[in-house]
């Protein structure tokens, strides 16, 4: 078994660099990545046994082979049955092949919604075809990691540069966009009302009170979780955190005097607004 682990991860790194006939319907070719650009790229999304990795046009099934090897659970898609099959012959011989599953197919066509970790190397154009299915689909707070190509308009959270590559990671924003309407677990007469303008995980937007005059100092998310920092008449600052859960926001603030209170949130539906477009406009 060590003798097979070695040889595979041998021709891994040895692996040449492919025809330029070595494409698939997306004119992507096949390029396999480092060893050590992947360690990169699964530190960048700090993969932790409970992640679902899907690896997009998965060539060999490094990534998600490598993925296994630190504990996670993936599912790596490819069109080509050749690497497929490639595939299924190494995670059997690295012992991770009940932790990981090919399959041969489309990934436009796969529901993304189970994946917590979404690995791609791909050409930029494809990136940006892919990227409303990533919005769309993708659970608030899964990651997505790209060696070497960017998504447009949809800013990376992090970008990390290597001697020879660029890993881009974003992680999925939840939509927080529109009106949201709150008070303080005592002060119920004090009646918050927070309207947010949102471009992907970018928030701007203006707050009003029914008996101050608040100013926003920051506005901010990851994921499901939302920051909020209010100044109150010059007072000093409130932070507000919370999580996100469709219509309603619950969190805990801290207040100038250093006292904390729960808050509740609620949205006013009618508000709600698409948080990217397509290039171009719609």
């Known amino acids: 078994m060590r003798a097979a682990c070695i040889a595979i991860l041998a021709a891994w790194v040895c692996a040449a660099m492919p025809s330029p006939q070595e494409r698939n319907e997306y004119n992507s070719p096949f390029v396999p990545m480092p060893l050590e650009i992947i360690n990169v790229m699964l530190d960048a999304v700090e993969l932790t046994e409970s992640d679902m990795v899907f690896d997009l046009a998965c060539g060999d099934g490094r990534v998600a082979i490598s993925a296994a090897i630190r504990g996670a659970r993936g599912i790596g898609i490819d069109l080509d049955a050749n690497k497929i099959s490639d595939c299924e012959e190494n995670a059997k011989l690295l012992g991770v092949d009940e932790q990981i599953k090919f399959y041969q197919t489309d990934f436009f066509r796969v529901p993304l919604a189970k994946a917590s970790v979404v690995a791609i190397y791909l050409l930029p154009e494809v990136n940006i075809k892919l990227r409303p299915k990533l919005l769309n689909e993708l659970k608030p707070g899964s990651r997505v990691v790209s060696h070497d190509f960017h998504m447009g308009e949809?800013?990376?959270?992090?970008?990390?540069?290597?001697?020879?590559?660029?890993?881009?990671?974003?992680?999925?924003?939840?939509?927080?966009?529109?009106?949201?309407?709150?008070?303080?677990?005592?002060?119920?007469?004090?009646?918050?009302?927070?309207?947010?303008?949102?471009?992907?995980?970018?928030?701007?937007?203006?707050?009003?009170?029914?008996?101050?005059?608040?100013?926003?100092?920051?506005?901010?998310?990851?994921?499901?979780?939302?920051?909020?920092?209010?100044?109150?008449?010059?007072?000093?600052?409130?932070?507000?955190?919370?999580?996100?859960?469709?219509?309603?926001?619950?969190?805990?603030?801290?207040?100038?005097?250093?006292?904390?209170?729960?808050?509740?949130?609620?949205?006013?539906?009618?508000?709600?607004?698409?948080?990217?477009?397509?290039?171009?406009?719609?």
């Open 154 to 282: 949809w800013e990376a959270d992090s970008v990390i540069h290597t001697e020879k590559s660029t890993i881009y990671m974003w992680v999925v924003p939840g939509n927080v966009s529109g009106t949201w309407n709150w008070n303080f677990a005592n002060e119920k007469r004090k009646r918050f009302s927070l309207c947010v303008i949102q471009r992907y995980q970018r928030l701007s937007g203006s707050i009003t009170s029914s008996n101050s005059t608040p100013r926003i100092r920051e506005l901010q998310m990851s994921g499901d979780k939302i920051r909020v920092v209010i100044d109150e008449n010059g007072k000093g600052k409130t932070v507000l955190t919370g999580i996100v859960k469709e219509n309603i926001i619950e969190g805990s603030a801290t207040l100038p005097d250093g006292t904390k209170q729960k808050w509740q949130a609620a949205r006013e539906e009618e508000t709600i607004a698409p948080i990217f477009f397509p290039d171009g406009g719609i």
